[in-house]
């Protein structure tokens, strides 16, 4: 079955730098959606691309999806404090039925003040 | 307008007890999504249902666990004679329709002692 992967597993940057996260998935998708998590809390959606659209622009997050490579990537610019918390990809699949989605593991990122 | 809503927030279950999570999508929404994470992990797709209706239940185990969601009232998932390795975070999510952003309640703790 299709499994997104993230890349780094964790990632510790300073405030005010870029954080980039990578995500990989395996077989044709309708979208790929980033989402948050704090520790202990619900997922949060950030941004929703679009298999035919290349970049997606949302405040400080910028994503790109290259579907040839079939990976995604979630940059963070200017990062705070409060950007800390687990990133997850998250596809549909589009063999197996579109309406599930299929997370990958998640990048754990701490942004240290 | 109220996000999706699940209670109990968190449930403490002995094993073979019952444990019963619900769910209540935004408002508007028909299309009920589970998820469950275990510690350290991503998601992982349970159930997809609408109203009355159980639409893909690939993801759910064979025995024990059940969901609906009835025509009046909020979705229910059931889990019975729940042993240790059910511990986990539960999520609902609702859609509008297929194909379209989930968005995500808050999550059910659940701990088997």
């Known amino acids: 079955s299709q499994q997104g992967e993230e890349d780094p597993q964790a990632l510790s940057i300073q405030e005010g730098e870029n954080a980039t996260m990578n995500c990989s998935y395996k077989?044709?998708?309708?979208?790929l959606q980033w989402y948050r998590q704090n520790s202990g809390r619900g997922l949060v959606h950030l941004i929703l691309?679009?298999?035919?659209?290349r970049e997606k622009h949302s405040g400080r997050l910028r994503v790109t999806l290259d579907t040839s490579k079939k990976s995604s990537s979630l940059l963070i610019t200017a990062s705070r404090a409060a950007d800390t918390a687990s990133y997850f990809c998250?596809?549909?699949?589009?063999?197996?039925?579109?309406?599930?989605?299929?997370f990958g593991q998640g990048t754990r990122l701490t942004i240290n003040p | 307008n109220a996000g999706v809503m699940q209670n109990p927030r968190h449930l403490v279950r002995r094993r073979g007890q019952e444990a019963r999570l619900r769910c209540s999508p935004m408002?508007?929404?028909?299309?009920v999504y589970w998820y469950r994470q275990l510690p350290e992990e991503g998601l992982k797709f349970m159930v997809y249902?609408?109203?009355?209706?159980?639409?893909?239940e690939s993801g759910m185990p064979k025995e024990r666990f059940s969901a609906e969601f009835p025509k009046e009232g909020p979705s229910i998932l059931r889990i019975q004679q729940v042993v240790r390795g059910d511990s986990a975070a539960y999520f609902c999510?609702?859609?509008?329709?297929?194909?379209?952003?989930?968005?995500f309640g808050p999550g059910t703790r659940l701990l088997v002692l």
């Open positions: 999510a609702s859609s509008p329709q297929g194909r379209e952003t989930q968005y």
């Open positions: 077989t044709s998708i309708n979208n």
């Open positions: 691309i679009r298999s035919n659209e």
């Open positions: 998250a596809t549909d699949d589009l063999l197996q039925g579109a309406q599930k989605l299929v």
């Open positions: 408002k508007g929404h028909s299309h």
């Open positions: 249902l609408q109203k009355e209706n159980i639409i893909d």
